[in-house]
């Protein structure tokens, strides 16, 4: 074999692998972002839950359930 084509043998080789690479590290990222989205949908329905406890417990809900409670009923 000519040194031409050795160097473009091993061109082609070196394409192959970087396109390979390239490839995996779009496949990573992808992988990645719907984890990452995953995770923030999580977080978005937590914070939903403690701002809904957080108001239910506040001092007015809690003292006007407990007169709605002890109310008599006429």
Known sequence: MSPIEVSIVLLTVVVVLLSVVILALLISAVV?????RRIANQAEEITQ?????????????VFSAAVRAFRKER
């Open 32 to 36: 990645l972002l719907v984890k990452l």
């Open 49 to 61: 839950n403690v701002a809904a406890a957080t108001a239910w417990l506040s001092p007015t809900t």
